[in-house]
Each structure stands twice: as C-alpha cells, then as structure tokens.
C-alpha cells in the first residue's frame, strides 16, 4: 500500500518561505528580473493614464506640452493609447522575463534534486511537490511585482511632474494610476506562475531512486 504524506498548508509555506531563504541570491535575481519587466509595464501604463487625465482636463497649457512632447491631440479628445512599438517591446520584456524565471527554475531543481528525492521518498505525492515550487513562485511573484508595479507608476508621476511641470499632478487619475498597479501586480504574479510550471512538473516526475543518487 502507497505510504502518504499529507502536510498542512502552513507547513507547505514554511518549507517554501525556508527554501527562498536558503537559496537567497537566486531567489532575489529572479525576482529582480520580473521587477524590471513589471516596472516597465506599470511605467508605460502608468504614462498613458497620466497623459489621459492632462488630456481630459482640458487646459491650453498642458495641451500645448503635449503637442509639443509630441503627443498627437485631438479637438475632440480620445483615449491615450501606446504605440504598436511600445506594446511590442513591453511584450518582448515580458517574453523575456518568462524565460528567465523558467531557467532559474530549472536550475533550482537540478540543485534540489536530493532534497525532492528525499522528500518522494518519505511518501510525498507529485501534487506535493507541485505545491511546494508553487507557493515559492507566488511569493516571489508577489513581492517582485508588487515592488515593480510601484516602481514603474511612481517613476511615471516623477517623469510627468518633470516634463509639463508640478502643476500636472492636480490632473493625474489616481484611480486609473491605482488600477495600473493591479494589474501590474496581477500580471506579474501570472508571470511567475507560468514561468514555475514547467520546472515543477519535471521536478514532480522526478523518480526518487534517481534523484537520490545524483551526485551534487
């Protein structure tokens, strides 16, 4: 009969919380990677919000640094959007970030490969350590996009009082400035998610007789 270890999800977060410790650096090269790309995401939203809101508040000044700044106004108004270069090269810093969460990952298990042989050999399930890289992922997901949405807005507001002047700030859409972060925490945590997937599932695959002999 299959022996089973079933832990509480506390103690699943323990061992996740212990392990990006142990593994510090690489945890927090990781991270930095998906702060860049969530910063840079947040920054361009952030800055498409901010030249809305100059946009919609209608004074000839601001219209007239826009145009200047070589913004396209129309009379009629309109929403602010990104061009198809600054989508596409948020998107290749996404795709970039993907693949670097995906390798550290991969070098994570390699570098765990007695301790989840271990672990199956105690009678972990597949599922078990699924959960274990999971909840290591959305921590990093977390704390990384949560200091790269902040980043990226609040360089927007410093790079939007510096262009058209501090008297821009009394037209910023704080709730659409607000709904950026959201999504750039949102994102970013989805990012780090998908990025783990992979490497966990050929960690839970691992057979343990062969992961136990792997020499480190």
């Known amino acids: 009969m299959r022996r089973l270890v079933a832990l509480p999800l506390k103690k699943s977060f323990q061992l996740a919380y212990q392990s990006i410790r142990v593994r510090f650096f690489r945890s927090l090269v990781t991270t930095m990677s998906l702060v860049l790309a969530v910063a840079f995401l947040s920054f361009t939203q952030a800055g498409n919000d901010i030249t809305q809101g100059l946009v919609n508040s209608g004074e000839p000044a601001l219209l007239s640094a826009l145009t200047h700044a070589g913004y396209d106004i129309h009379p009629e108004g309109g929403a602010v959007t990104g061009s198809a270069k600054q989508r596409w090269i948020v998107f290749l810093s996404l795709l970039v970030c993907i693949v670097g969460i995906i390798n550290a990952q991969l070098m994570s ?96 695959r691992m057979q343990p007789v062969e992961a136990m002999r792997v020499e480190q």
């Open 109 to 204: 298990v390699t570098e765990r490969f007695r301790e989840i042989g271990t672990l199956k050999c105690l009678g972990a399930l597949d599922r078990f350590i699924v959960r274990l890289f999971v909840i290591e992922a959305t921590i990093q997901g977390l704390a990384g996009a949560i200091s790269g949405a902040i980043i990226g807005t609040l360089v927007a507001i410093a790079a939007s009082c510096l262009r058209f002047g501090f008297s821009s700030a009394s037209f910023i859409p704080w709730a659409d400035l607000a709904t950026t972060i959201f999504m750039g925490v949102g994102i970013g945590t989805f990012l780090s998610l998908l990025g783990v997937l992979y490497p966990a599932i050929i960690a839970a």
